[in-house]
């Protein structure tokens, strides 16, 4: 099994720039997850998908969209990159905690990527 | 809101000195909570966890944590660093809704 892959690894962008990061996992997890990594701020979601065709936002939308077209990839798409979107983004991917209840179960371990370093000029 | 508080950005630690890397979450109702370590230019890898059951969890590497409730903490610790001890580490909380708060980390350097 490879895990969680992302795609590319590295990129460099200009302003106002478009571009896809890509997250593949072949683990079967139903929910799959965007963050952004900046120096002092921990992982910030941006967005998260609890299965295909669902997508939500997370706590750091704004500039960002996303898709889940099938249940094994996540799509992170920056339509007008900005400097402020310069970061290493992680993709990640889980098992759906239990039915009902507080939502939670033994399998809610998030598996990461290995991240893109993302530059925008 | 849902948050996890990790003191200190920056962590020196000498080679065989313990280590201890303090971490709170604030709920009334306890979250799941993970350590997780970050070694340079790599991505998260789980230390260890808690869930439920025993509140002292072992991890890989010789780490450590221990939940206690009645101080909402976390903390995570390893008696004798190694220099391949040196990563950020992040202390993140499970809530209900599926989603993981993450502390803002702490960098432990590793003195010879």
């Known amino acids: 099994n490879a895990g969680v892959t992302q795609t590319p690894k590295f990129r460099v962008l200009k302003t106002g720039q478009s571009m896809t990061l890509l997250c593949a996992q072949d683990?079967?997890?139903?929910?799959m997850y965007w963050y952004r990594q900046d120096p002092g701020m921990g992982l910030r979601l941006i967005h998260y998908s609890v299965g295909e065709g669902t997508t939500a936002k997370g706590e750091v939308p704004d500039g960002y969209n996303v898709s889940r077209l099938k249940k094994q990839n996540f799509l992170l798409g920056l339509e007008s990159a900005a400097p402020s979107q310069t970061s290493v983004y992680f993709c990640a991917s889980s098992y759906p905690g239990r039915r009902g209840g507080r939502g939670l179960g033994p399998h809610n371990e998030q598996f990461f990527g290995p991240g893109t370093r993302l530059t925008v000029l | 809101a849902q948050s996890v508080t990790q003191l200190g950005s920056h962590v020196s630690v000498s080679e065989g000195a313990l280590v201890l890397l303090r971490c709170n979450y604030s709920?009334?109702?306890?979250?799941?909570l993970f350590w997780y370590v970050q070694y340079p230019n790599q991505g998260l890898q789980l230390l260890l966890k808690y869930t439920t059951g025993a509140t002292l969890v072992k991890g890989i590497n010789g780490f450590e944590a221990e939940f206690k409730k009645s101080e909402t903490s976390f903390h995570l610790t390893k008696p004798s660093a190694h220099m391949s001890d040196a990563a950020e580490y992040f202390c993140?909380?499970?809530?209900?809704?599926?989603?993981?708060?993450f502390g803002k980390g702490n960098q432990v350097v590793v003195i010879p």
């Open positions: 709920s009334s109702v306890p979250p799941y």
């Open positions: 683990m079967n997890h139903e929910y």
């Open positions: 993140a909380a499970l809530y209900g809704n599926n989603r993981l708060a």
